[in-house]
């Protein structure tokens, strides 16, 4: 069994994340959708909050699961036997990060490969900051996030 994981922090998920996943499901037998809990963000949303949020947009999916996790993830995904990390790449601004992120997740772990995917080209601009920002403004998210999503930020941000 082919089993990757979609790490992130996922606040909140956007249509740019599912293309991503859409694409990882194609490739692999299984792949596990992992909140991190240790990330440098400071999240809108719980994590409790962002698992509710994903489930009815994977549900379609019959490999997907989601999970949270906290600690480093080369250690999470050696404890769930994955065998590579799939991240999505916008643009080429993301290459430095990602570029980082993969070489010191090998250095940590030689046996744990990263892949890219690139999502479609009409969410290279997306990003869930952005998404928070349009939402906190009034802006129409349809475009950027699934229904679900666009409520939950609209709660979030009423007066
Ligand atoms: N579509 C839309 N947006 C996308 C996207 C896509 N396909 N891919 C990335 N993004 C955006 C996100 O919306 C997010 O935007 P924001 O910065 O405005 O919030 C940003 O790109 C990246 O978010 P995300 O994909 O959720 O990942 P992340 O960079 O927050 O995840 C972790 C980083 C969780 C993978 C990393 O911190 C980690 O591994 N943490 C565990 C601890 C650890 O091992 N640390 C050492 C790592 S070397």
Same mark, same amino acid.
């Given at each position: 069994?082919?089993?990757?994981? /979609?790490?992130? %922090?996922? &606040?909140?998920? %956007?249509?740019?994340?599912? $293309?991503?996943?859409?694409?990882?499901? +194609?490739?692999?037998?299984?792949?596990?959708?992992?909140?991190?809990?240790? @990330? @440098?963000? &400071?999240?809108?949303?719980?994590? &409790?909050?962002?698992?509710?949020?994903?489930?009815?947009?994977?549900?379609? /999916?019959?490999?997907? =699961?989601?999970? %949270?996790?906290?600690?480093?993830?080369? $250690?999470?995904?050696?404890?769930?036997? !994955?065998?590579?990390?799939? =991240?999505?790449?916008?643009?080429?601004?993301?290459?430095?990060?990602?570029?980082?992120?993969?070489?010191?997740?090998?250095?940590?772990?030689? $046996?744990?490969? @990263?892949?890219?995917?690139?999502?479609?080209?009409?969410?290279? /601009? @997306?990003?869930?900051?952005?998404?928070?920002?349009?939402?906190?403004?009034?802006? $129409?998210?349809?475009?950027?996030?699934?229904?679900?999503? !666009?409520?939950?930020? +609209?709660?979030?941000?009423?007066?």
């Amino acid at each position: 069994m082919r089993h990757c994981i /979609y790490p992130g %922090t996922f &606040d909140p998920i %956007t249509h740019g994340h599912l $293309d991503v996943l859409a694409r990882a499901t +194609k490739l692999f037998d299984r792949v596990t959708v992992a909140i991190a809990l240790d @990330t @440098t963000k &400071d999240p809108l949303f719980s994590a &409790d909050e962002r698992v509710e949020m994903i489930q009815p947009n994977v549900a379609c /999916y019959k490999n997907v =699961r989601i999970v %949270t996790f906290s600690g480093l993830l080369v $250690d999470f995904a050696r404890k769930q036997k !994955a065998a590579a990390i799939i =991240r999505g790449l916008r643009a080429l601004s993301d290459f430095e990060f990602e570029f980082n992120m993969a070489l010191m997740n090998r250095h940590l772990d030689e $046996d744990l490969e @990263t892949i890219f995917v690139m999502p479609n080209e009409q969410f290279s /601009y @997306t990003s869930s900051s952005l998404v928070k920002q349009i939402a906190k403004l009034g802006g $129409d998210m349809a475009h950027f996030v699934p229904p679900n999503v !666009a409520s939950e930020l +609209k709660k979030k941000f009423a007066v």
